[in-house]
């Protein structure tokens, strides 16, 4: 059986939960990388899909920025 990973992303204001669970295959790590390895790839593939799962945007009111 594939070992799997779960991604998990909570709100505190809305109490609204995003959460996936992939196998190690899904992900492209190898289950004989050692454990130091293991953390480093999770770490890195969990970055990107935080990053795809949240919207998010900044107003300053009565500000307008220069594109320069």
Same mark, same amino acid.
């Given at each position: 059986? !594939?070992?799997?990973? *779960? @991604? !998990?992303?909570? *709100?505190?204001? &809305?109490?609204?939960? +995003?959460?996936?669970? @992939?196998?190690?295959?899904? &992900? $492209? #790590?190898?289950?004989?990388? !050692? $454990?130091?390895? #293991? ?8 970055? =990107?899909? =935080?990053?795809? $799962?949240? !919207? @998010? ?5 009565? +500000?307008? &920025?220069?594109? $320069?």
């Amino acid at each position: 059986m !594939s070992k799997t990973v *779960t @991604f !998990s992303i909570r *709100t505190t204001d &809305l109490n609204s939960t +995003i959460e996936q669970t @992939f196998t190690f295959e899904e &992900l $492209n #790590i190898d289950e004989n990388m !050692s $454990n130091k390895e #293991i953390k480093k790839a999770v770490d890195d593939i969990f970055r =990107v899909w =935080v990053w795809d $799962n949240i !919207s @998010f945007s900044c107003v300053i009111d009565g +500000i307008e &920025l220069d594109e $320069n």
